[in-house]
């Protein structure tokens, strides 16, 4: 029997949603290719509303296309499922309607037998809710989620889809910015990476940075030397910062370089931001899943606006990697990634087995599909990892403790 497959994308887009999506489409072509594709457009958004476009032929033909673009073929958006306020408000249901309702009858009158959600913890946490939903009413239907997300912070995930292609590109994006020290005399530059909760990403971009620097040729005999082009401190919300010890090591690096570089994770300090702002009667903005929005906090604005004085800067620039990486489209090794995890994800749908098909940490790593009770952001990063105080040693800076709750 034929069946019909939906997939959705949702929440911020990651090097690996469009990849998703066509790695799906091989699998399933191989597996069952008379199945009937569709894709519901803009992620919870689309089933809510009833919007979808059906993968024709040639789109199931040509699925390794999607391999060479980033963003997500099918479109994004932020809404969680419980939140009956916010999507009423939104206009996605009416009033006195309950979303998940909406979302499992718009699945059924679609004929749907499996939907596949592709997004972070805040997408699989909502799939689990319509999972369970659809458990509890007797909807025979299987939900399997493959899980995205820059900042490789859900449990029990090993690896997030996606996050090394963005650590590679906040080092390429840097890799252009730090020429930026020969703009002035005592230049402070801030690199602000994604990040609300999780540093993985700052400290995978400067890893990754600094091995691109191993490349280059250099000639310090006018200055083009190694020193001025390094990463110089590396600020992640797990580890707790002394700032007063750090403004005397990097006052020194900035007498002897010329400038300072940081890499700044922008989850970095934003508890102490909000207390500042909200202490300020500031009211603050946040989304369906309760977050505060980034943007509006600035931290790399608020950490230049302390540091400048403080280091004698006579430049600050402060430039945010976040878009530019996490449009990029995967790399190799992401991209196999995707593939396995695409393939494991198939296979357990048609076997009608819902969950999250990824490396499981509690599992040696291996690839499994993990019950959706399982999944849960805010997996911080392991700042005792070998290879992250080996790169702190290497940039001379001291490593201090774990900061509490991580």
Same mark, same amino acid.
């Given at each position: 029997? +034929?069946?019909?497959?939906?997939?959705?994308? *949702?929440?911020?887009?990651?090097?690996?949603?469009?990849?998703?999506?066509?790695?799906?489409?091989?699998?399933?072509?191989?597996?069952?290719?008379?199945?009937?594709?569709?894709?519901?457009? @803009?992620?919870?958004?689309?089933?809510?509303?009833?919007?979808?476009?059906?993968? +024709?032929?040639?789109?199931?033909?040509?699925?390794?296309?999607?391999?060479?673009?980033?963003?997500?073929?099918?479109?994004?958006?932020?809404?969680?499922?419980?939140?009956?306020?916010?999507?009423?408000?939104?206009?996605?249901?009416?009033?006195?309607?309950?979303?998940? !309702?909406?979302?499992?009858?718009?699945?059924?009158?679609?004929?749907?037998?499996?939907?596949?959600?592709?997004?972070?913890?805040?997408?699989?946490?909502?799939?689990?809710?319509?999972?369970?939903?659809?458990?509890?009413?007797?909807?025979?239907?299987?939900?399997?989620?493959?899980?995205?997300?820059?900042?490789?912070?859900?449990?029990?995930?090993?690896?997030?889809?996606?996050?090394?292609?963005?650590?590679? !590109?906040?080092?390429?994006?840097?890799? @252009?910015?730090?020429?930026?020290?020969?703009?002035?005399?005592? !230049?402070?530059?801030?690199?602000?990476?994604?990040?609300?909760?999780?540093?993985?990403?700052?400290?995978?971009?400067?890893?990754?940075?600094?091995?691109?620097?191993?490349?280059?040729?250099?000639?310090?005999?006018?200055?083009?030397?190694?020193?001025?082009?390094?990463?110089?401190?590396?600020?992640?919300?797990?580890?707790?910062?002394?700032? /007063?010890?750090?403004?005397?090591?990097?006052?020194?690096?900035?007498?002897?370089?010329?400038?300072? @570089?940081?890499?700044?994770?922008?989850?970095?300090?934003?508890?102490?931001?909000?207390?500042?702002?909200?202490?300020?009667?500031?009211?603050?903005?946040?989304?369906?899943?309760?977050?505060?929005?980034?943007?509006?906090?600035?931290?790399?604005?608020?950490?230049?606006?302390?540091?400048?004085?403080?280091? +004698?800067?006579?430049?600050?620039?402060?430039?945010?990697?976040?878009?530019?990486?996490?449009?990029?489209?995967?790399?190799?090794?992401?991209? /196999?990634?995707?593939?396995?995890?695409? *393939?494991?994800?198939?296979?357990?749908?048609? *076997?009608?087995?819902?969950?999250?098909?990824?490396?499981?940490?509690?599992?040696?790593?291996?690839? +499994?599909?993990?019950?959706?009770?399982?999944?849960?952001?805010?997996?911080?990063?392991?700042?005792?990892?070998?290879?992250?105080?080996?790169?702190?040693?290497?940039?001379? !800076?001291?490593?201090?403790?774990?900061?509490?709750?991580?």
């Amino acid at each position: 029997m +034929s069946k019909k497959i939906a997939f959705l994308t *949702a929440g911020g887009i990651a090097p690996c949603l469009s990849s998703s999506i066509g790695a799906l489409i091989e699998r399933y072509n191989e597996l069952i290719p008379d199945a009937e594709l569709i894709g519901y457009l @803009n992620g919870y958004q689309g089933l809510l509303l009833g919007k979808s476009i059906v993968f +024709s032929e040639e789109v199931k033909k040509n699925y390794d296309v999607l391999f060479n673009f980033g963003g997500s073929a099918i479109g994004n958006s932020r809404v969680k499922l419980t939140n009956v306020k916010d999507c009423t408000k939104r206009g996605l249901v009416n009033e006195g309607q309950e979303p998940l !309702q909406i979302a499992a009858e718009q699945l059924i009158a679609d004929n749907v037998d499996i939907l596949h959600t592709i997004g972070g913890d805040d997408t699989n946490t909502t799939a689990a809710d319509l999972a369970k939903y659809l458990e509890d009413n007797g909807y025979g239907l299987t939900v399997v989620g493959l899980p995205k997300t820059v900042d490789n912070d859900v449990f029990p995930i090993d690896q997030t889809l996606g996050a090394w292609t963005a650590a590679e !590109q906040s080092a390429l994006f840097f890799e @252009n910015v730090a020429n930026e020290n020969t703009t002035s005399t005592r !230049q402070l530059i801030i690199h602000e990476v994604m990040g609300r909760h999780c540093g993985w990403l700052t400290a995978a971009a400067a890893s990754d940075y600094r091995k691109r620097l191993d490349t280059y040729r250099w000639l310090p005999e006018i200055n083009v030397c190694r020193e001025r082009w390094d990463v110089h401190a590396i600020w992640v919300p797990e580890m707790e910062l002394d700032l /007063e010890s750090e403004l005397v090591r990097l006052n020194r690096l900035m007498d002897d370089n010329d400038c300072v @570089n940081i890499f700044l994770s922008e989850g970095a300090g934003t508890d102490a931001i909000i207390r500042e702002k909200e202490a300020a009667g500031e009211e603050l903005r946040r989304d369906a899943f309760g977050h505060v929005r980034l943007d509006e906090l600035n931290p790399g604005k608020w950490f230049a606006s302390r540091l400048k004085d403080s280091l +004698s800067a006579d430049k600050v620039l402060v430039q945010k990697s976040g878009y530019f990486a996490r449009a990029a489209r995967p790399n190799g090794r992401d991209l /196999e990634l995707i593939k396995r995890s695409a *393939a494991a994800a198939a296979e357990a749908a048609l *076997a009608g087995k819902s969950g999250v098909a990824g490396l499981d940490a509690d599992n040696q790593g291996e690839m +499994s599909i993990i019950d959706f009770s399982r999944i849960a952001g805010g997996k911080p990063f392991d700042i005792d990892e070998p290879w992250f105080g080996e790169l702190l040693s290497a940039i001379g !800076q001291p490593k201090t403790g774990k900061v509490a709750g991580h």
